[in-house]
């Protein structure tokens, strides 16, 4: 248990910059493999899956293959949602929204060496998350987005700054997230950005993984 907190631990001052986020729905569209590959040669250091609607071993299948390319990369390797996906590939971390597990219980289930990350909507989801033990929070979203159905409303830039000061944890700016607004973000307090359309969707990707990067240099 001592090496699994040692590699939490490790990971802690890698949350920051782009988190890619690898949502399936786009893979009829482009191969996830390949934009995986192409963000650990643009220096991405964290980068999520996400499968709302495969069956669970379709989404074991793809998670395991990405998360072999990411070990590769040297790239934390985050699934959304699911604890028991999470564990049976040894993902670096899981990530829970407000209608997934509990954050204490899912913390005994994974154990101290997996990441927790948690989407927070408002300042009293922000504190209770970092009560309750996350290692992370995505916050949002900034801006309205398709890519997430039914979203909570925007909270814009200035929720971001005013929750900065909520919480000493480092926090993901998520939802709608073009590269315009990248540097804005990190002034508000921002730790980095999550972004899935405006990577995935991109014509240039390398353009687009480098101009979402360059502000956190
Ligand atoms: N949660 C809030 S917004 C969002 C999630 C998962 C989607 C982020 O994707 P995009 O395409 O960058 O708006
Ligand atoms: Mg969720």
Not at 143 to 166: S, Y
Request: some cysteine.
């Amino acid at each position: 248990m001592t090496s699994h907190r040692a590699s939490r631990q490790r990971f802690l001052s890698l949350l920051n910059g782009l988190y890619l986020i690898l949502d399936e729905r786009w893979s009829s569209r482009c191969s996830l493999s390949e934009v995986l590959r192409e963000a650990g040669q643009a220096g991405v250091k964290l980068v999520q899956y996400r499968n709302k609607a495969g069956s669970m071993k379709e989404a074991y299948e793809v998670a395991r293959a990405l998360r072999d390319i990411a070990k590769e990369w040297g790239i934390i390797f985050i699934v959304n949602d699911r604890c028991d996906l999470a564990m049976a590939i040894e993902a670096d971390g899981v990530h829970l929204g407000q209608t997934d597990l509990p954050l204490t219980l899912a913390r005994s289930l994974v154990g101290n060496g997996m990441l927790l990350g948690a989407s927070t909507h408002t300042p009293e989801q922000v504190e209770t998350a970092t009560r309750e033990g996350a290692d992370y929070l995505g916050f949002g979203p900034i801006f309205p987005t398709e890519t997430k159905a039914n979203h909570d409303p925007v909270v814009g830039i200035q929720g971001m700054k005013h929750i900065r000061e909520l919480t000493p944890l480092p926090v993901f700016a998520i939802g709608g997230i073009r590269t315009e607004s990248v540097t804005e973000l990190r002034q508000a307090g921002a730790s980095g950005v999550a972004v899935a359309s405006g990577i995935l969707d991109a014509v240039d990707r390398q353009q687009a993984f480098t101009q979402y990067l360059a502000p956190f240099h």
